[in-house]
Every structure is written in C-alpha cells, then in structure tokens.
C-alpha cells in the first residue's frame, strides 16, 4: 500500500459517496447497523468483560462496514457476514486484528479513567441526573455549567479525537496491506496528518450536515405547531447519518492509501473496490514463487 496525498476537497466527496452507496442498498445498511448495535448490546450485557470485549471489537465493525461498502460497490447486497470476514484471513492477520483490538480497549479505558480522575466523577453523576426524567432543567444546566466537569469533557472529546487518528485506517491496512499492527496504527495516522485538509472538510461538512437537519427539522416542526414530535424524526435521522458515516469509511481509505497497481475511478465517480486474496490464493502463489529443484 502506497500513501497518497489528496486534495482537501476529497473531505466533500467521502460524505457524498457514503450517502450514495448508502441509498443504493438502504435496507442492506440499516439491518446491517441494527445488527451491529444489538452485537453491542448483547456484550455489555456480559458481566465484568462485555464493555472490554465491545470495545476491542470496535475496530473489526469499522472494517466490517468498510468491507460492506465495497459489497455494495461490486452490486450485491452486504450482509452481517462482513462483521466476521475479517477473521478468516491468514493467522498472522487476524492475530494482528487482535492486537489492535486490545490495543483500542486499553487506550480507550485509559482515557476514561483520566478524565474521570479529572472531573471527579462528575460525568457519571451527569448522566445520572439526566437519566432520570424528574430531574429539573436548571440543575442539569447547572452541572454543566461546573468547570471541572467541563475539563473532563474537554479530555474525553480531545483524547478521543486522536485516539482515532493511529485506529482510522489500520484495520483495513492489516486487512488489505498485511501490515502489522503497530505499522498499521503509524501508518493510519501518518496518512490522517499528511490529508489533514481532506479531514477538516470531511469533519466540517459532517458537522454541517447535522446542524442543518436540526434546523430544517426543527423550522418545520414548530411551524407545524408539533414541537414535541422533534425528538420521534432526530432519532432515525441519527441512525441513518451513523450509518452513512461508517459506509463512507472505505472511501477515505481508498484515497489515502493505493494498492501497487491503483485503484481506478467508475463513470459515476465511485471507486472500484480492492481486491483481497483468499487464503487458498495466498498458498497458491506462495507454492507457485517456491523455486523447483531441477
């Protein structure tokens, strides 16, 4: 895998592509986010080892959704198989795979003891008062208000973004490139700097995209005298923008990173998909490259 510089205007151009592979196969993404989210829900429902177990599984789902995407990409439809296929690869990938899944769960529990170190425990304490429904406005308002609390929100938002600069592109070079796990995490983020500019607008145009949702929808809504109901369409609004956020992943790696002979561009702009040898394809070459004693 070769690194590639891109302009910054490719930021635009992930977003648009994750909407429009996104609408070619809506239903195929939706259940495949659903299945997703309950995978979720079921590990935290594991005592002691679901949260660790859920989190060292992150990286895996982002290359299962970007495994998806290039499914979609090729016209067929992307099914809850993508979450597994990347473990039936060689060994030493998949047990890279593993290392970074570790390495995730341990940088991530890291963070959130720090900031918890750091607000008190002021965070919990939040989401306690805003689970429960009797709790009134001004003492939410109030608690957010608290400087502590707002530097361990600062910790959690900042460390947090640049934990996900060395986790954004690695799985898939393990998967695609084989490489291992600590030269995929360098390699991740030395492509996040160098296209810097692609992920700035990339960022911005996602922020965009939100803020103007919440204002048409909420212009709508109170005009139509149902301000109430705001909160029923923001829901799968959310969901569907999750979805397209994890289906345009693929499409910041594709830029960023080319495979020795290049990827080529499709009349409609798409990227035509990488192409990942099987392991009987891998043993085929292996055994044909193996010099013949004469």
Same mark, same amino acid.
């Given at each position: 895998m070769k690194l590639r510089h891109v302009a910054a205007r490719q930021g635009a151009l992930w977003v648009r592509n994750g909407f429009r592979i996104?609408? !070619?196969?809506?239903?195929?993404?939706?259940?495949l986010f659903a299945s997703f989210l309950f995978a979720g829900?079921?590990?935290?429902?594991?005592?002691?080892v679901g949260g660790m177990l859920l989190l060292m599984a992150l990286p895996l789902a982002t290359l299962g959704f970007m495994l998806a995407t290039q499914t979609a990409l090729k016209g067929n439809s992307p099914t809850a198989a993508v979450f597994?296929?990347?473990? !039936?690869?060689d060994k030493q990938r998949r047990l890279a795979l593993l290392k970074l899944g570790v390495a995730?769960?341990?940088?991530?529990?890291?963070?959130?003891w720090f900031a918890d170190a750091v607000d008190g425990g002021k965070f919990d304490a939040l989401q306690e008062l805003m689970a429960n429904p009797k709790t009134p406005t001004d003492e939410i308002q109030k608690q957010l208000l608290d400087p502590q609390l707002q530097a361990g929100l600062a910790i959690r938002l900042g460390l947090a973004s640049l934990l996900s600069l060395p986790f954004w592109h690695a799985p898939a070079l393990i998967y695609w490139g084989g490489?291992?796990?600590?030269?995929?995490?360098?390699?991740s983020t030395a492509a996040c700097w160098r296209n810097k500019g692609a992920f700035a607008v990339y960022g911005g145009v996602w922020l965009a995209v939100v803020l103007l949702f919440a204002v048409v929808v909420n212009t709508l809504f109170i005009a139509l005298g149902a301000a109430r109901l705001v909160p029923a369409a923001a829901m799968p609004a959310g969901l569907m923008?999750?979805?397209?956020?994890?289906?345009?992943?693929?499409?910041?790696?594709?830029?960023?990173?080319?495979?020795?002979d290049g990827p080529e561009a499709t009349a409609d702009g798409?990227?035509?998909?990488?192409?990942?040898p099987s392991p009987e394809q891998i043993a085929s070459e292996q055994k044909t490259s193996e010099p013949k004693n004469d």
């Open positions: 996104f609408f !070619r196969k809506p239903i195929a993404f939706a259940m829900l079921v590990f935290m429902l594991l005592p002691y597994w296929q990347p473990l !039936r690869v995730y769960a341990a940088s991530t529990v890291a963070i959130l490489q291992g796990w600590a030269k995929s995490m360098f390699f923008f999750s979805t397209v956020f994890y289906a345009s992943l693929f499409f910041s790696f594709v830029d960023c990173f080319e495979p020795a798409l990227i035509i998909p990488l192409d990942t």
